[in-house]
């Protein structure tokens, strides 16, 4: 891990909330992503480390804070690593 910074698209797949990078383009392009309050358009927008990242899954809504970001995809117990969750699913 790093503490760089790395495509929206991918750290929503490498912190496990998509099952695909293509999953995760597309809920970015349909506007179900948020980075810092602001809406997201393209999947290419970076965070880092600090930034607040809002997302919508079905019917729920998660805001978490970014806490690392990953050289790659690794098992759930080290996703859960790269971010925290201030309060729990709207």
Request: include cysteine.
């Amino acid at each position: 891990m790093s503490g760089e910074s790395l495509r929206l698209d991918k750290w929503l797949w490498f912190a496990r909330f998509c099952k695909s990078r293509s999953l995760a383009q597309k809920l970015i392009e349909r506007g179900q992503a948020r980075l810092n309050g602001a809406a997201v358009e393209k999947p290419s927008v970076t965070v880092r480390p600090g930034d607040r990242v809002t997302v919508t899954l079905g019917r729920f809504r998660r805001t978490v804070v970014v806490c690392d970001v990953a050289d790659r995809r690794g098992p759930a117990t080290k996703a859960r690593l790269l971010f925290e969750e201030p309060a729990p699913p709207e």
